[in-house]
């Protein structure tokens, strides 16, 4: 029960190609936003969906793998864990961010060209 501590399982649509970039050292980082639906019908019997998007990233070998498989509109399955930061912007605002690190990810469908 210890990998229950801290486990987050989304599945959803990528917003844009990843992004892969090498820092100091060589380590490997990518980067990318993905978008998961909640549909339900409100006491009015009306349909709601609603779209939440959780910014992702995955570190060295997974990283590189997620930029060559991965493409914008992907429908994907990420596990992995929630992580939060803040940070001091420009104006000196304390601003706080909050991301997925991902540990497994699964191609469930690739986006077909639109003509």
């Given at each position: 029960m210890n990998n229950l501590r801290n486990s987050v399982?989304?599945?959803g649509n990528l917003g844009s190609n990843p992004?892969?970039?090498i820092l100091e050292g060589g380590k490997k980082l990518t980067t990318v936003s993905i978008a998961t639906k909640d549909i339900y019908q409100n006491a009015k019997g009306e349909k709601i969906v609603e779209t939440t998007w959780h910014n992702i990233v995955a570190?060295?070998?997974?990283a590189e793998n997620m930029e060559v498989l991965l493409r914008?509109?992907?429908e994907v399955a990420l596990k992995g864990k929630l992580q939060h930061n803040s940070y001091v912007d420009k104006d000196g605002l304390k601003r706080?961010?909050?991301q997925v690190v991902v540990n497994e990810f699964m191609l469930l469908s690739k986006s077909e060209p639109k003509v």
């Open positions: 399982q989304l599945i992004e892969l970039k570190w060295g070998k997974l914008k509109g992907n706080y961010t909050s």
